[in-house]
């Protein structure tokens, strides 16, 4: 029985295997069971190992290439994959390369496909070069069939056993949390000074985020307001674009609220996360309120 088709059988638990004639389909595997696929040449081998062939986008993985050269001559050797169908878009990108010292190789991208080749490969040896690779970061979740390319000598072959499939899960959940601050301007300014903070608590990245504050209805007018950030009158509500956040990034949008003469009573505002990409699981996080208390028709406080 082959080599790689012991290894499969013996990862069963993990991978799972549609045997059809001579064609082996392995579906796909984690990062602790890495797919290899190989081809056999007249005058050599190419054997390519996945480190994953499960991702999300933007996720990086490395296939290590080794080519050896069986024949009694030096042979050009070449080897090549993509991630999708020919005239598509590319699902990967290239981060890096690592080729030995000798014999002497070159890697590239030449969107869709990632490239290694050694020209001169002399009888009897190897080499081995390492993709350092990542999924685009818009890569639509769903399965694409690996297309894989060897050449040695003056043949080429596009069959590669086991095929190889990878699958790009939908982005992780982002749970996007809020919290508002209140400061009481200077005395008899008849101001609040607000802060909203949007906290992505994970485990995804927020690719884009809006963030509302809902002000007193006593409000005139606001000040200061940072950049992305509008208010509407008729509302009395500035919404800010918070945009994009890494698990556990935050970022603040700062701005000043203005009051004329006031009745004794509360001023209360309400900043809320008005959406966000992906989806946030705890819409427990999403809003925050503070009070603040006008003591005098000029003097407010805020606990």
Do not use: E, K, W
């Amino acid at each position: 029985m082959p080599l790689f088709i012991r290894r499969v059988v013996a990862a069963l638990a993990a991978v799972l295997l549609t045997v059809t004639g001579l064609t082996v389909t392995a579906g796909s595997a984690s990062a602790a069971d890495p797919v290899t696929s190989s081809r056999t040449f007249p005058n050599g081998t190419i054997t390519a190992a996945f480190s994953d062939t499960t991702f999300r986008a933007g996720d990086p993985f490395t296939v290590t290439v080794t080519v050896t050269n069986t024949g009694t001559t030096t042979q050009g050797v070449g080897y090549s994959f993509r991630g999708n169908d020919f005239g598509t878009p590319a699902l990967f990108t290239l981060d890096s390369c690592d080729l030995p010292s000798s014999p002497s190789g070159s890697c590239d991208n030449p969107a869709p496909d990632l490239r290694v080749r050694f020209s001169s490969l002399p009888a009897g040896q190897s080499a081995t070069a390492t993709f350092h690779a990542r999924v685009v970061p818009d890569a639509a979740p769903g399965s694409y069939n690996a297309f894989q390319t060897g050449t040695i000598g003056l043949v080429t072959s596009m069959t590669f056993s086991p095929a190889v499939t990878f699958t790009v899960q939908p982005p992780a959940d982002a749970d996007l949390g809020v919290t508002l601050t209140a400061t009481a301007g200077p005395l008899l300014s008849s101001q609040i000074n607000y802060a909203a903070t949007v906290t992505n608590n994970g485990p995804g990245t927020a690719g884009a985020s809006t963030t509302t504050v809902l002000l007193p209805t006593q409000t005139t007018s606001v000040t200061g307001l940072p950049a992305g950030c509008t208010y509407t009158t008729g509302t009395r509500t500035v919404t800010c674009d918070t945009g994009a956040l890494a698990n556990g990034a935050s970022t603040t949008r700062s701005f000043t609220a203005n009051f004329g003469l006031l009745s004794l009573g509360t001023l209360s505002a309400t900043a809320a996360r008005a959406s966000s990409t992906p989806t946030d699981p705890n819409p427990a996080n999403d809003t925050a309120t503070r009070n603040c208390t006008v003591l005098t028709s000029l003097i407010i406080t805020c606990p």
